[in-house]
């Protein structure tokens, strides 16, 4: 026996918000960016100079001409001893898929390999780096899409502080990402003008479970001040002393860096 034509009405009416809702979260699950971050570590300043020359005028060209155009590459401040001599690179991605072609599309890339010959040819005995890292990243919820700072000061004064949370357990780390997303933590950094570029979930990386994000200050002075405030301010006390959100962090790492003149963002 069929059903009356106005209770399919009816269903349709009531299960249609219900498919929009749910299709929507998909989305908005699937819309989440991708980074990977690169941390070239060197033993002398010659290394240094070769790679910032590659990256220059082979490297980040090449990945303006695959649609990527906001590649961001920083260096360790003046008197940094947590980094040591290293540059890093970080490259928005807008899936998984699109950084496992990344290295067949920049084989293809005739201008990629003649501009960065001296780095892609090097040999054993003219290394360019001492060591390289890899690190591969999905951004939170709560930020979805990477940031760009509209800082006003020149490069060399601005400060891009990237910092990485260990977790003692993996539940423990979600609780620590629960306190980033819906703890509000996120929320308050953006209240606070802290210019985050992103923060995210490491998925591979050599010291896991953990995450990483990036806050962005005009200078020195403005880093320390937006850092008071929010030590200093009522919505933190409250989520740290939260109970479930305590010891989430078994070690965390903070990087201090300029955004080279050559940087996207």
């Not at 962005?216 to 403005?222: E, G, I, Y």
Request: aromatic share 14%; charged share 25%; hydrophobic share 40%.
């Amino acid at each position: 026996m069929k059903a009356p034509f106005s209770t399919v009405k009816r269903f349709l009416a009531l299960a249609f918000p219900i498919f929009m809702l749910f299709s929507f979260s998909e989305y908005a699950r699937a819309a989440q960016e991708y980074y990977a971050i690169k941390i070239y570590r060197f033993k002398n300043q010659t290394q240094v100079d070769r790679v910032e020359k590659f990256l220059k005028e082979a490297y980040i060209p090449a990945m303006h001409r695959m649609g990527i155009s906001k590649v961001g590459v920083f260096k360790p401040i003046e008197g940094d001893t947590v980094a040591g001599l290293s540059v890093f690179v970080w490259i928005p991605l807008k899936s998984l898929q699109q950084y496992a072609e990344l290295p067949g599309l920049l084989e293809k890339d005739a201008q990629y390999r003649s501009n960065g010959a001296d780095y892609l040819e090097a040999d054993n005995k003219n290394a360019p780096y001492a060591r390289m890292e890899t690190i591969l990243l999905k951004a939170f919820s709560d930020m979805p899409k990477f940031g760009i700072p509209t800082h006003a000061t020149p490069p060399s004064s601005r400060i891009y502080e990237l910092r990485s949370y260990e977790g003692p357990t993996e539940k423990m780390f979600e609780r620590k990402m629960e306190m980033f997303n819906a703890g509000g933590e996120i929320k308050l950094f953006d209240k606070l003008g802290f210019n985050a570029v992103f923060y995210a979930e490491v998925i591979s990386g050599s010291a896991m479970p953990n995450l990483m994000y990036m806050t962005t200050f005009a200078d020195m002075k403005a880093h320390d001040e937006h850092w008071d405030a929010f030590r200093n301010h009522p919505e933190w006390k409250v989520l740290s002393a939260m109970e479930k959100y305590k010891n989430t962090v078994s070690r965390s790492v903070k990087y201090l860096l300029h955004p080279t003149d050559y940087s996207d963002i």
